[in-house]
């Protein structure tokens, strides 16, 4: 099965990203044909400074690297690197109402947000276009996505469904979406009613490459609920169900063994537990990523060579439809 996704360098990664994508990631690349990109176009939309984007791209190619994803298996690229993710996406707006697209959640929130610094970009609404070719580009059958983009990966869906009627004989599959069952939603550690984010402060999330003495800090300060008895209650006892999932699944058991585990211990006890656990589990990323950061042209002869084989295959789907859509 061809499978594509791709991640915004938008700089530090937590174990939020981890458990939600990098680790799907990384067991995926062992069974399918999977193209991992770095959505560099797609970060334009907030605007960047030019350096700061750059500084991201190659930290987020490390970071991708340093948590298991190998290149002789996966291929990783630059989405800028293959121009076909653009010229594609024009062909598409072109079928795409927008009316669809002023639809979209995200774009409502992203640019009641954009409203503030006085710009709502046009990227903001064509953003999920660029995205169903980015998908599209590649016929991938399967988009690894949470919650929070299955609208867009729907529109995807009803872009393809619309260009194979128009055009046919089918050209793109209409993609089905792999949902992560456990791990899609780790939740602050300040605020369990809250999605773990960098924007709510370092203190609400652990990073995945932090340090052993910054995990501990953060664990130790991470809130928890009334009581002592260690339990799984989401309604009752929310920020202690959160560590409670976060230790099963580093652990890789299920919650009614992680919790059983520490049913006659303390709070204390737990979070030490759960402290030496994420230390253990993270230190190997953290080591690989110091190394993997000390040698650029390693980093750019991988994302080179991802380009290659990207655009052998983006080129012929593009020529594709150029050529269907009366453009020789």
Known sequence: MRIVSGIQPSGELHIGNYLGALRQFTALQDEHECFFFLADLHALTELPAPETL?????????????VGLDPQKATLFLQSDVPAHAELMWLLATLTPVGDLERMTQYKEKARDAKKRRLVNAGL???????????????AEAVPVGEDQLQHLELARRIAHRFNDRFPPPLFP?????????????MSLADPRKKMSKSHGPETYIGIFDSPDSIRKKIQKAVTDSGTTVSY?????PALAN?????????????RESAQRFSHSGYAIFKQALTELLIQKLSPFRERRQTLAQSPPHIRAVLERGAERALAV???TLREARTRMGIA
């Open 233 to 237: 209650d989401p309604r009752r006892k």
């Open 174 to 186: 209409e993609p089905n979406a792999l949902m992560q069952k456990k791990g899609a939603r780790i």
């Open 54 to 66: 750059r500084d991201r791209v190659v930290a987020t190619a490390i970071d991708y690297l340093a």
């Open 243 to 255: 560590l409670l999932t976060l230790y099963a699944l580093f652990a890789e058991e299920e919650l």
């Open 125 to 139: 609404l064509t953003y999920p276009i660029l995205m169903a070719a980015d998908i599209l580009l590649y016929r």
């Open 314 to 316: 983006s080129q012929e």
